[in-house]
Structures are given as C-alpha cells and as structure tokens.
C-alpha cells in the first residue's frame, strides 16, 4: 500500500514533552493506532482513536487527529527514560489488515 | 493468561531450506496476520487470515505460505523461493465480528530469522 510517513527520529530530555507525527494515506480510514516497540519485542498497543474524534487523552498520552490533512500526532507528558522506543502510527485497511509506518525512535536522555 | 504465542524466538535456516514459524493464540479471535519487520522499516503485510481455512496474500506474499486449519494457529511458512528471508516476523490477532470487529490488532513477541 501507500507510505504512512513518520519522521525517523526524536531526542527529548527527561521531563519534557515529546510529540510523534505521522501522516497517513486513507482518509476513508476509521481507527488509527499508534504502537510501542522495545528493542527485540513484538509491538505493544498504546491507544487508538477513532475517526470521528479529534482528540483523546490516556494519562500521559494525548493523541490528536487532523482529518483535512491526514495527519496524526502522539504526544507523551514528562517523558521518561523507560519511553525509549520505536512509535508506530498504523492505520486500518480493509480487512482489518494495519498499513504501517516505519516507525519514530524516540531516545529520552537523563 | 490469554495472549498470542509465537515460537521460536530464534530461528536460523541454512539456504535452499524451508522452516515454519509458530504463531498460536488463546484469544478466540477471528482473524490472525503476519508481518515483516526489517531494520529502519516498518511492518510489512505477508498474509492474513479472516477465518478458519481462508487466507489472503499481503503486500508481500512472494515466498511464504500459510495453513489456518484451526483457530488458533496460524503458521507460517518461509520457503526457499524467498530470497531474502532475514528478519523479524511478527504474528497478530484481532476480532472481526460484532462489536469487537473494530479492536486493535495484538501482537506476539516475534520470531528473528537468520540464514547461515
């Protein structure tokens, strides 16, 4: 399928907020999804948001959703050094299969 | 507890052979998938099943099969038409039907594949 784009890296200090875009492909898309990866693990599902929202807020997480432009952001409060990981921003198909970005590393430093 | 088990962790394969990765899940889902994780990339649709006995072909189904004769198990062939097999295979599952059809994917801890 189409590229669901995700800038490749993010460097934050401890404490400060981190924001993860994407931008994806379908505007006919109804859930999108964003994932954690720790290193050398399958993927962990942090929160989804359905289309017809335009935020949602899961403790540290807020997700926010622009359907004019198909875009997609994370953001993750008084970010840790245990957030360290690759995000994915995934977006649902037909046939429940997930279109992918390639993902963002986070790096959070002390 | 319930969740999705795939095995093994490890896995190496000499050329021109074929190996099988494992993929079972206790979730009484309907629909299972495998995906391909190669470094710097995201993941990549092989095959998906919707239900027991009926498979289709993902982005890049060219070298792998896949049997669904039960349930739970889903496993996945990577045979020696694959060219490139290196890599990190990750199996899912989620719920198609009723109010659960629209419940996020979930994923099993993966299988890393490496030729010798």
């Known amino acids: 399928g189409e590229d669901v784009e995700q800038s490749l890296f993010l460097s934050v200090r401890e404490g400060d907020s981190s924001v993860i875009n994407c931008t994806y492909t379908d505007s006919s898309s109804t859930y999108l999804y964003w994932y954690k990866q720790e290193p050398g693990a399958g993927l962990q599902l942090l929160t989804y948001?359905?289309?017809?929202?335009d935020m949602k807020q899961d403790q540290r997480l807020t997700v926010l959703l622009n359907k004019k432009d198909k875009h997609l952001s994370l953001r993750i409060a008084d970010t840790q050094t245990g957030d360290s990981a690759i995000y994915f921003c995934a977006e649902r198909m037909a046939g429940y299969a997930l279109n992918f970005g390639k993902g963002t590393s986070l790096l959070v430093t002390p | 507890d319930g969740g999705i088990t795939q095995s093994p962790k490890y896995l190496f394969r000499k050329e021109g052979q074929n190996v099988t990765l494992s993929c079972e899940q206790n979730l009484n889902h309907d629909a299972m998938y495998w995906y391909r994780q190669d470094p710097g990339q995201g993941l990549r649709l092989i095959y998906y099943?919707?239900?027991?006995?009926?498979?289709q072909k993902g982005d890049i189904a060219e070298g792998y099969s896949v049997s669904r004769e039960k349930k739970e198990s889903f496993p996945l062939t990577v045979t020696s038409a694959q060219k490139n097999p290196t890599a990190f295979y990750l199996c899912?599952?989620?719920?198609?039907?009723?109010?659960?059809?629209?419940?996020?994917?979930?994923f099993g801890d993966g299988t890393r594949l490496s030729i010798l």
């Open positions: 948001i359905f289309s017809n929202m």
């Open positions: 099943s919707q239900i027991v006995n009926d498979f």
């Open positions: 899912a599952s989620s719920v198609t039907t009723g109010e659960g059809r629209n419940q996020p994917q979930h």
